[in-house]
């Protein structure tokens, strides 16, 4: 099995000021081999401000 992880922040406006900071999003990326086939799976969700609230999934 392989995985990837990637987190994206969002702010208000063009700035990275943590007063402008609206939500993350986690993306993962999951692949399994096995004898005749791969298969690819993407996990994500988005959560509220710097928390542990997923708001979308």
């Not at 922040?9 to 609206?22: R, V």
């Amino acid at each position: 099995m392989l995985t990837e992880h990637l987190r994206w922040n969002a702010y208000k406006g063009e700035s990275t000021d943590e007063k402008l900071f609206i939500y993350y999003k986690d993306n993962i990326y999951i692949s399994i081999e096995n004898e005749d086939r791969i298969s690819y799976f993407l996990i994500c969700a988005i959560y509220a401000g710097d928390s542990s609230i997923i708001v979308a999934q």
